[in-house]
């Protein structure tokens, strides 16, 4: 999925604070680059070619600029790369100083396998060491042996942010009434080493009656021109039920919480309680929280904290967020909250403890991800967070053990990240559309191939859909396009409508609209709005034939109680009418563990009870088991698309003479869930646009061969290095 965005704002209210600040920015489209020094044995110029102009590089040159840098935190250095002809072992970098050049950290590099030529490699990149730096040294720098081969640096971009004032949350912070000055560190929410247990339990419901502004806004960046950040001001009311398992809190349902807010539902998640000394005899309580959007599945992250007690009454509840997966939204934002606490038998709290405690049992053990270098001295750590992009909550599973780095927020690392809170965006597209139609195989064979049209009737009335499989639509070669150029359709203004729009025949009746072009299953189109209308006929299908009422409720959800999966994964976005229809193709809320275990299903025999959950012929495809490299070309030569599935061919990454085909999972903004055919997974959720996880690969083929040796040959050998020019900066223009 990718949400379509128009204009750009810049808004802060409420509160004083300082919005990302740009340090550098250069896209040499001013034909000059004269704070950029050349060296090193290679030739260096500007190149022009089709009117975008860059900084070519070849050999062992290098082009190295200085910034003030303003001692800035959250310092995230974003460039581009493309390259042609490069060698097994070369390299086109973009890497970044923080000491004047005494150590350099690679931020982007674009080796054999990504070398199109005109296809420019993204990356952003954040390392703390570039943190409060006065200055910072960038360079572009060519490690090539070919004497064809060519680098071109392009749209380099430097950004922080200024340094923010701290807010204690002590009793008196609570029970005041002076608005919160601003973010607190997320120590402050956490057990200080003078906590205390709680004696008895805890059972009752929480409420929360949010004012009409929060303290406090800070809007970091906001691209979504269709509605105002004044209509985003207001949090919805909430209403939970908790109960605790010693110092553990456990609200009662899981993923977004119904309201009648127009932006936003809360998302609660289990979080500690406990006494402090101080706090005049009252229960401390922190749950994980987030905002997400209505209707779309933006989350943003947070916490609540709360004191209270136990045979009824509350203070002033504290809600922050302050990190988020939304590439098109982000801002900070603080506030007391009016709370009550009502003590109150609840019914299925023993239920509620038990599911936990089974959740938390069933969940991959655990290490950090600093531990990866004791078990694989090999691995470079650096490598893992430069593919993961910057900030971003990602991990590794060798198998056996889930290494996991810290989460990262404006205000400190989040202590309570098992819990985070993480959006599918478009690995929906596989989870539940393309596990929804491989179960309806298994149940009702022949399913599949059924058609559109006499599924849904809207579609039907339009014409132009008789001939259209259900495979066809998870495929994404229905044959209805307005456009075959990458995105085009996905990101244009008219989608719009298909996402915001509220009932399921709203939905329906815009993608069942999109113009017939040609017949189905010979071009690859990305559209979500595809997936939306398989998910539509897949409940026609299981209703027709008695297998069931929902498609996720009755074909999906089962999965994940089977796996002992989060409370998170008990619902799905859908839309707001009587029909709930699922959103199919997005709107999932899940945990990092969650993640972990989905794909090692997937990976693994995908059985339930001893018994094969899924079609194997459909499985097998889409996870390239049957034919390595099936499936439509996408986006790039080394890219497929199968059955809601994508995969690309690493081989060449880690000097393969043949193909290996990796299978993986990709979301909107920054998502990506790599499956590895040595049993390896490498996942990232970040929201700064960044997909590019090739550096993982290197470090996964370390953990364990993505090929056996045995089946290894034809090796190319390493060229001879051919003939250098002298470092030179000049405009070369290509046609």
């Not at 949400?3 to 920015?25: C, K, M, P």
């Not at 949350?169 to 997320?186: F, I, K």
């Not at 991800?369 to 993961?388: E, F, Q």
């Not at 990976?603 to 959950?613: F, L, M, R, V």
Request: aromatic share 8%.
């Amino acid at each position: 999925m990718k949400r379509a965005v128009f204009a750009a704002l810049a808004l802060s209210f409420w509160a004083t604070g300082v919005h990302a600040v740009d340090i550098y920015r250069q896209d040499f489209q001013d034909a000059t680059a004269a704070d950029w020094a050349a060296s090193g044995r290679g030739d260096i110029r500007l190149s022009d070619y089709q009117g975008n102009i860059s900084l070519k590089f070849a050999g062992h040159a290098q082009s190295l600029v200085s910034v003030e840098a303003k001692g800035l935190r959250n310092v995230i250095v974003r460039s581009k790369i493309a390259a042609l002809g490069l060698g097994p072992a070369d390299g086109c970098y973009a890497e970044v100083s923080p000491d004047d050049g005494a150590t350099w950290l690679t931020a982007l590099s674009v080796h054999k396998g990504q070398d199109s030529g005109t296809a420019q490699v993204s990356g952003a990149f954040a390392n703390p060491r570039l943190d409060g730096r006065a200055k910072l040294f960038l360079r572009f720098r060519a490690d090539l042996s070919q004497r064809n081969a060519t680098c071109w640096g392009d749209d380099v971009a430097i950004i922080g942010d200024a340094p923010v004032p701290m807010q204690t949350l002590d009793l008196a912070t609570l029970s005041g009434d002076t608005p919160l000055a601003g973010l607190a560190r997320v120590s402050a929410f956490m057990p200080g080493a003078d906590a205390m247990p709680i004696s008895g339990t805890v059972r009752g419901t929480l409420e929360l009656r949010p004012q009409i502004k929060p303290d406090g806004m800070v809007i970091i960046s906001d691209l979504d021109s269709a509605r105002t950040v004044d209509s985003r001001a207001t949090w919805p009311a909430l209403s939970i039920a908790l109960v605790n398992d010693g110092d553990r809190l456990i609200p009662s349902g899981g993923g977004p919480v119904p309201s009648a807010n127009a932006d936003w539902e809360w998302v609660v998640a289990p979080g500690k309680i406990w006494m402090q000394p101080g706090d005049n005899g009252l229960v401390r309580a922190v749950l994980p929280v987030a905002l997400q959007e209505r209707n779309a599945n933006c989350l943003h992250n947070g916490r609540l904290l709360v004191l209270f007690d136990p045979k009824g009454g509350a203070s002033k509840a504290v809600a922050q967020f302050d990190q988020e997966t939304c590439a098109y939204f982000k801002f900070d934002a603080w506030s007391r909250v009016p709370a009550s606490f009502q003590p109150a038998e609840i019914a299925a709290a023993d239920a509620l403890i038990t599911r936990d405690r089974a959740e938390r049992a069933s969940r991959v053990p655990l290490k950090p991800l600093s531990a990866l270098r004791a078990d694989y001295p090999d691995i470079d750590i650096d490598a893992l967070a430069r593919a993961a992009g910057p900030f971003a909550v990602f991990g590794i599973d060798d198998g056996d053990t889930h290494y996991v780095a810290p989460c990262p927020t404006r205000a400190g690392d989040d202590p309570l990240c098992d819990e985070r809170h993480l959006p599918s965006f478009s690995t929906a597209k596989t989870l539940v559309a393309a596990l929804s139609l491989f179960r309806l195989e298994k149940l009702h064979p022949g399913a599949a191939f059924e058609k559109i049209a006499d599924h849904v009737p809207a579609c039907a009335q339009k014409g132009g859909w008789g001939d259209v499989r259900l495979i066809d639509m998870l495929d994404m070669t229905s044959g209805h396009y307005n456009s075959v150029v990458a995105n085009a359709d996905e990101d244009s203004v008219a989608t719009v409508a298909f996402f915001t729009s509220q009932t399921a025949e709203q939905k329906v009746d815009f993608a069942c609209s999109v113009p017939r072009q040609e017949a189905p299953g010979k071009t690859w189109v990305y559209h979500t709005f595809d997936t939306f209308l398989l998910g539509v006929a897949m409940t026609d299908i299981i209703r027709k034939n008695g297998l069931g009422d929902d498609i996720y409720d009755d074909l999906i959800h089962p999965i994940w109680r089977a796996l002992n999966q989060s409370a998170a994964l008990d619902t799905t976005r859908r839309t707001y009418d009587e029909t709930a229809q699922p959103f199919t193709g997005w709107g999932l809320t899940y945990h990092r563990d969650d993640v972990v275990r989905a794909a090692r299903f997937l990976k693994g025999d995908a059985k339930i009870d001893g018994q094969s959950y899924f079609d194997a012929t459909l499985l097998n495809e889409g996870m390239q088991r049957a034919k390595p490299g099936a499936g439509k070309q996408a986006l790039a030569p080394n890219i497929r698309y199968y059955h809601g599935i994508w995969a690309r061919d690493v081989g060449l990454l880690v000097g393969y003479g043949q193909p290996v085909w990796a299978p993986y999972m990709s979301g909107f903004g920054g998502i990506s869930v790599v499956m590895l055919p040595n049993g390896v997974t490498f996942y990232a959720y970040n929201d700064d646009n960044h997909f590019d996880w090739t550096a993982a690969v290197a470090e996964g083929n370390k953990i364990r061969k993505l090929l056996s040796m045995t089946v290894l040959s034809g090796f190319a050998s390493r060229p001879a290095a051919g003939s250098r020019h002298p470092a030179v900066l000049s405009l070369d223009r290509r046609q």
